[in-house]
């Protein structure tokens, strides 16, 4: 008897993780919209995604170096 309910709890277990599973296969598979840019009148003041992503870039690096370059403050008991 206790081996039957043990396969029975092993089969609802697997049930349960087999769907979770196949719920967050799902929600892996949707497609999210890339961004759209909308064209500018001006060609020159144009902003591409990928000139955007090197702007932000850039200032996550220059805020991360600025940071680093900061003293660290010493402990009261040194």
Do not use: C, Y
């Not at 000139?51 to 200032?59: F, P, S, V």
């Amino acid at each position: 008897m206790k081996g039957i309910f043990g396969l029975v709890g092993v089969l609802v277990a697997l049930a349960v993780l087999g769907l979770v599973v196949k719920k967050q296969l799902a929600a892996h598979d949707r497609v999210v919209p890339a961004a759209v840019v909308a064209p500018a009148s001006d060609a020159s003041s144009a902003v591409t995604v990928r000139e955007q992503a090197r702007q932000t870039q850039q200032q996550v690096r220059q805020q991360v170096e600025s940071l680093m370059q900061q003293p660290r403050p010493m402990p009261e008991g040194q």
